[in-house]
């Protein structure tokens, strides 16, 4: 297993909500990515954050924020929840010249 | 089109079987090219990682890159019922661990007893 762990597991919101799921860093690494993965898909970047700052960003609309901070853990916010926004949310740490390593993912439910 | 296609399978084979699983790209800057296990509600497992084109042995896990052809390909020897998970491809154009990465949507793989 990675080092990297998220919270919640599970989550179940309604419609208009607004969400925050967290993500521990792996131990030595600086780089935070979260990524959407709709059931049966492969995973979707959202954005990724470098040493507190966001260090790109993939299709994704305004109302996903996100927060890295000094310990390199992260923040996924999520405003104004759609049913479409039902996924499982992974969080990866790393740190170059490695790749990215994975979370267990929070599960979010959009009711 | 995909970036990266990725047969979705469902791929059923016995145990010991080889297993073959595939990816396809259209983006020739992707240089590194990953593999990930995904076991049913889980977060992904990284197996094999691989910079650029040729082959990378691990166990009984084989990744080959062939740049040229943009097609990269995952075998498993002796497959084991522990092995039932679904596989997902990944690359990018950087170094991995601070660009972000195009996933295929994965293949699941159901090895028989």
């Known amino acids: 297993e990675t080092g990297v762990t998220q919270s919640p597991t599970h989550l179940i919101k309604t419609r208009g909500q607004q969400v925050t799921l967290r993500c521990s860093s792996q131990?030595?690494?600086?780089?935070v990515s979260w990524y959407q993965q709709a059931l049966g898909q492969g995973p979707q970047f959202i954005f990724q954050?470098?040493?507190?700052?966001?260090?790109g960003r993939g299709n994704f609309p305004p109302r996903f924020s996100g927060l890295q901070f000094p310990n390199y853990s992260s923040e996924l916010n999520v405003n104004a929840l759609e049913l479409d926004d039902s996924a499982l949310y992974l969080c990866?740490?790393?740190?170059?010249?490695?790749?990215?390593?994975f979370g267990p993912g929070t599960r979010l439910t959009v009711l | 089109q995909k970036e990266v296609e990725q047969d979705p399978g469902p791929l059923s084979v016995p145990e010991g079987a080889i297993v073959s699983l595939n990816c396809t790209y259209s983006?020739?800057?992707?240089?590194?090219f990953m593999w990930y296990r995904q076991y049913s509600r889980k977060g992904p497992e990284l197996l094999m990682y691989?910079?650029?084109?040729g082959n990378k042995e691990d166990g009984r896990f084989t990744a080959q890159v062939d740049k040229s052809s943009k097609y990269i390909s995952l075998f498993i020897r002796d497959s084991q019922p522990s092995d039932s998970a679904t596989y997902l491809c990944?690359?990018?154009?950087?170094?991995?661990?601070?660009?972000?990465?195009?996933f295929g949507k994965g293949t699941r793989l159901s090895v028989i007893a």
């Open positions: 990866a740490s790393s740190s170059l010249p490695d790749t990215q390593y």
């Open positions: 691989t910079y650029s084109s």
């Open positions: 131990s030595g690494h600086n780089t």
């Open positions: 954050y470098y040493r507190e700052e966001e260090n």
């Open positions: 990944a690359m990018s154009s950087k170094d991995p661990g601070n660009t972000p990465l195009v």
């Open positions: 983006n020739s800057a992707f240089q590194y």
